[in-house]
C-alpha cells in the first residue's frame, strides 16, 4: 500500500515539505488513546535473537534511524512505534541555523536515492535538549557538529558546547565530520583536525561521573589510505566505534539523465548508489580492526538484504533513512524478520 499508493501521492510534492507534513502528521497521530500501540502491533519485531548489547545499551534489534530525519529532537518517540531500537537525533549545532537555501532536497527516483545540501539546519543545542527532557521510548544517540560560520581551526569549541549541553540527555554521540553540505567541513577528516577534536571530546568525557560512548561518522569517499589514518585517530583517541558511512559526493554510475544531475547540483548523495562503497568500507574497518571497532552500517539500505549485507560485513547494528522514505516504515520489521530467519537457519 506504500509504495502503490502513499509513496505515489507524496512523491508528487517538495520533498522538504513533504518531510515537513509527515513528522506533523506523526506528531498529530501520535496523540490520538492506542495509537503507540496500534502502530507497534503492526510494525515491530520482537525476539531476544534480535537483542544487542554494544556500547554499555541494551537494543531490542538492530535498526535505527540515522542522522537528519530528527534534526530537533522533535519526535523520536513517534519514530520509535515504528519498531526503531534507536533514534539518531541531529545533526545539532551550538547555535540555530536555518542551513542552504532552498531547495536543496530532492529525489532521483530513478537510482533509489535522494540528494540534500541541507546544511545542518537545525534550531540549536537548547531546543533539543528542552525536547529530550521528556521520557524516551528509545535510545538516542546525538549526532553533533559545528556551526557553518565557526571556523576550522576553532571547531572543537562547538563540538564541546553540543557535547556537554547533550551529555545528560542522549545515550551515545556521534562527531559528524564527514557532511558534504556544510562548507570545508570535510577538511576535519584529515589526521590532525580529526585527533584535535576527538582529543577534546574525550577529555570532557573523562570529566563526566557516567562514561557516554563516542561515534565518529565517515564518509564513502575516503580512500584506503584515509580510512588508515582515521582508523588509527580513532583508536589512539579512545573512541568507541565508526558510523559508516555518510552522504556522498561522488555521481559515478546513476541511471537518471546527467542533464538532471547537473541541474540539480551539489549534495550529499544517499540511498542505493553508495549501498556498495559504504559495504566496501564496513568490510575494510572490520578487517583492519579484526572485528574488535564496533560499526554502525549506513548508506543505501533499500530492503533487508542490503542490511542483512552490512551486518555480515562487520556492522554491529544498521540505519536507514532514504530507504525508509523509498520503501515505507515496513522496512524495519522486514529487516529484523531476516534477521531471525538467518538466526533460526543457522541453528
Known amino acids: 500500500?506504500?509504495?502503490?499508493?502513499?509513496?505515489?501521492i507524496l512523491f508528487r510534492i517538495n520533498p522538504e515539505i513533504v518531510h515537513n507534513?509527515?513528522?506533523r502528521i506523526l506528531k498529530i497521530f501520535s496523540c490520538i488513546p492506542g495509537s503507540s500501540f496500534l502502530l507497534r502491533k503492526k510494525f515491530s519485531c520482537t525476539s531476544p535473537?534480535?537483542?544487542?548489547?554494544?556500547f554499555g545499551l541494551y537494543f531490542p534489534n538492530p535498526v535505527g534511524m540515522a542522522a537528519g530525519f530528527d534534526k530537533n529532537a522533535e519526535f523520536y518517540n513517534e519514530l520509535a512505534d515504528f519498531g526503531f531500537a534507536f533514534v539518531e537525533i541531529g545533526t545539532v549545532t551550538p547555535r540555530p541555523q536555518p542551513g542552504n537555501e532552498k531547495p536543496r532536497l530532492f529525489r532521483l527516483t530513478k537510482d533509489n536515492a535522494l540528494i540534500n545540501r541541507m546544511g545542518f539546519n537545525n534550531k540549536g543545542v537548547e531546543y533539543a535538549v528542552n525536547k529530550l527532557r521528556k521520557k524516551h521510548k528509545v535510545i538516542i544517540g546525538g549526532n553533533i557538529g559545528k556551526n557553518t560560520d565557526t571556523q576550522?581551526?576553532?571547531?572543537?569549541?562547538?563540538?564541546?558546547?553540543c557535547f556537554r549541553k547533550l551529555y545528560d540527555f542522549v545515550d551515545y554521540f556521534v562527531v559528524n565530520v564527514s557532511c558534504p553540505n556544510v562548507s570545508?567541513?570535510?577538511?576535519?577528516?584529515?589526521?590532525?583536525?580529526?585527533?584535535r577534536i576527538l582529543k577534546k571530546i574525550i577529555k570532557v568525557r573523562n570529566e563526566m561521573p557516567v562514561m557516554k560512548s563516542v561515534l565518529l561518522k565517515i564518509a564513502p569517499d575516503l580512500n584506503d589510505n584515509q580510512l588508515d589514518d582515521v582508523i588509527e585517530v580513532v583508536q589512539k583517541e579512545g573512541i568507541d566505534g565508526i558510523v559508516a558511512t555518510n552522504t556522498s559526493v561522488q555521481r559515478d554510475n546513476l541511471l537518471s539523465e546527467d542533464l538532471l544531475i547537473?541541474?540539480?547540483?551539489q549534495g550529499g548523495l544517499s540511498g542505493q548508489p553508495i549501498r556498495k562503497r559504504s559495504t566496501e568500507i564496513i568490510k575494510y574497518i572490520a578487517d583492519k580492526t579484526r572485528g574488535k571497532l564496533p560499526i554502525i552500517g549506513v548508506g543505501g539500505i533499500m530492503n533487508e538484504y542490503d542490511a542483512l549485507e552490512k551486518l555480515k560485513a562487520g556492522a554491529s547494528?544498521?540505519?536507514i533513512y532514504t530507504g525508509f522514505i523509498y520503501e515505507g516504515p515496513g522496512l524495519i520489521k522486514k529487516i529484523n524478520q531476516l534477521i531471525l530467519k538467518e538466526f533460526t537457519d543457522s541453528n
Not at 576550522?152 to 558546547?161: G, H, L, P, Q, T
Open 317 to 319: 547494528l544498521v540505519q
Open 21 to 23: 507534513l509527515v513528522t
Open 49 to 54: 535473537a534480535l537483542h544487542r548489547k554494544l
Open 152 to 161: 576550522n581551526c576553532s571547531a572543537e569549541e562547538d563540538y564541546e558546547i
Open 184 to 195: 570545508n567541513l570535510k577538511e576535519l577528516q584529515d589526521k590532525e583536525s580529526l585527533s
Open 262 to 265: 547537473q541541474k540539480l547540483g
Open 1 to 8: 500500500m506504500y509504495k502503490t499508493i502513499i509513496r505515489s
